[in-house]
């Protein structure tokens, strides 16, 4: 689907806004919150494939970008490259962090650029008048931006200070109505979730969105049992984005390891799991892998593919 | 096996709980905890044997509505086992489900009698404690046959005219739910 950026606007220095529009003037199909879009961001000789959270919900696609420090290419290219009337191909959104239909409360976890599936959960919330508690997390240095688009309002609260929110209380505290939604950094994420398991929280009950997983490695070369070819992983790349250059058209969705699409069959080879899809157990096998965050930690690896 | 017949797991207490409370509708159970426990009418002596005295309520009734206050109140990390009749344990997962709780803080299981409760599909009336293949309607007089065909959210199974075709023509009753 081609779309057309309609507008960009800086948030702060390393976070921008950015608003897309069908490319013919047609009305792009509706996305529930929680929902996100693949950006194929044309790169020198490449062309990265970022998935973002739509901070929208409707017809309208919005997506927040944030330059990433070491930038593989894809957030610093829409950060110094993207302007208005430029036209972009993306994926229909696709959904792996909806609203829970059964929660009678919902509480929204976020840090950094987690923010932005709940920007697109709040205005849905609110006209559904469902019962919600929002905690967001930042660096103080990051405050103004988000602050600035931050829903107003009791139930959304900011937390700046390193150790302002206590998960354990917030957490402990629910009631058994309450579902639990979480997006940020890894280390965020598994603290949240290792807390919530902790302290009882059934994992029905527990929801989470995370991207941005994939941030290279040592570079290996991957052998394809069934295509009979030989793919070579550089260190700036993911094995998935190796195997879409080589030309190969291996499945995958969420690009964050958490949706479980992009599984491969491993047959030789120790592995480097970064995702959060598969239990201790299987990533204990070594049978399968995520290719879209996941590595080799030997020079070789052998995939039934 | 008719595929709406819920299936059942032992009993077990689920570790990763912070606090559990079994309910059941069996005089006595076998299948005891040391855990707070909620019985109907009777206190039984294999319960108080195990060092703790259950809470007895008057009616099943009278236990699902101090059930539905207690959910209420209670912070995530609850779980909730029911033990006993089939009718018994899906109205107590109705209320536990209305209250929030979804799978894994909820544990069901079967135990004690077969009996079934019967909706009848022609009048909508409840038939309790059915242990018969037909039973007849106390709303309408029909003779119905049970269906193995299970509702969970009416917790009940359906009950149909047996003689719709042959008005009059009723096989022998036998009893297989005791």
């Given at each position: 689907m081609i779309v057309r950026i309609a507008n960009v606007l800086a948030i702060s220095e390393t976070i921008k806004r950015i608003v897309l529009e069908a490319a013919d003037g047609s009305v792009l199909p509706a996305?529930?919150?929680?929902?996100?879009i693949m950006l194929n961001i044309p790169g020198p000789g490449r062309v990265w494939k970022n998935a973002y959270s739509l901070v929208s919900s409707g017809s309208a696609y919005e997506i927040i970008v944030r330059r990433v420090v070491h930038s593989r290419g894809g957030s610093a290219w829409l950060h110094d490259h993207a302007e208005i009337g430029e036209k972009i191909e993306i994926s229909l959104p696709a959904n792996l962090f909806p609203i829970a239909r059964t929660a009678q409360k919902h509480l929204l976890l976020s840090a950094g650029i987690g923010i932005t599936p709940f920007l697109a959960y709040v205005p849905v919330l609110r006209a559904q008048e469902k019962k919600f508690e929002w905690h967001h997390c930042c660096k103080l240095v990051d405050a103004p931006a988000f602050a600035a688009v931050f829903p107003p309002g009791r139930e959304a609260r900011l937390h700046t200070g390193r150790n302002s929110l206590n998960l354990e209380t917030l957490l402990e505290r629910q009631k058994l109505n309450t579902h639990l939604y979480v997006c940020g950094p890894a280390e965020f994420m598994d603290a949240a979730v290792a807390m919530s398991k902790k302290l009882g929280w059934p994992g029905a009950k527990i929801h989470t969105e995370s991207f941005g997983g994939a941030t290279g490695g040592a570079p290996f070369s991957v052998k394809?049992?069934?295509?009979?070819?030989?793919?070579?992983?550089?260190?700036?790349?993911?094995?998935?984005?190796?195997?879409?250059?080589?030309?190969?058209?291996?499945?995958?969705?969420?690009?964050?390891g958490a949706c479980g699409e992009c599984e491969l069959p491993v047959l030789a080879g120790t592995l480097d799991?970064?995702?959060h899809f598969l239990s201790e157990a299987q990533r204990q096998s070594g049978t399968s892998m995520m290719t879209c965050v996941s590595r080799a930690k030997t020079p070789e690896l052998v995939l039934d593919f | 096996m008719s595929k709406s017949r819920p299936v059942y797991q032992p009993f077990?207490?689920?570790?990763?709980?912070?606090?559990?409370?079994?309910?059941?509708?069996?005089?006595?159970?076998?299948?005891v905890e040391n855990i707070e426990t909620w019985v109907v009418h009777v206190v039984a002596p294999g319960i108080q044997a195990q060092?703790?005295?259950?809470?007895?309520?008057?009616?099943?009734?009278?236990l699902l509505l101090t059930l539905t206050s207690r959910l209420a109140r209670e912070p995530v990390g609850f779980r909730l086992y029911a033990v006993g009749t089939e009718p018994f344990l899906w109205d107590v997962n109705n209320v536990a489900r209305a209250a929030g709780l979804g799978n894994g803080e909820i544990f069901l299981t079967h135990a004690g009698s077969l009996k079934r409760r019967v909706y009848c599909s022609h009048c909508k009336t409840m038939n309790e404690d059915v242990t018969e293949n037909i039973v007849k309607c106390r709303g309408c007089g029909a003779n119905l046959f049970v269906r193995d065909h299970f509702s969970r959210r009416l917790a009940a199974y359906m009950g149909v005219a047996v003689d719709a075709e042959v008005p009059g023509e009723i096989p022998q009753a036998?009893?297989?739910?005791?």
């Open positions: 996305a529930a919150p929680g929902a996100h394809l049992a069934k295509s009979n070819v030989t793919v070579d992983v550089g260190p700036e790349e993911s094995l998935l984005e190796a195997l879409e250059n080589a030309g190969l058209n291996p499945p995958s969705l969420c690009r964050g799991h970064h995702d | 077990r207490i689920d570790p990763a709980g912070r606090a559990h409370l079994l309910v059941t509708d069996l005089s006595h159970p076998t299948e060092g703790y005295s259950p809470r007895a309520f008057r009616s099943v009734a009278d036998e009893v297989i739910y005791p």
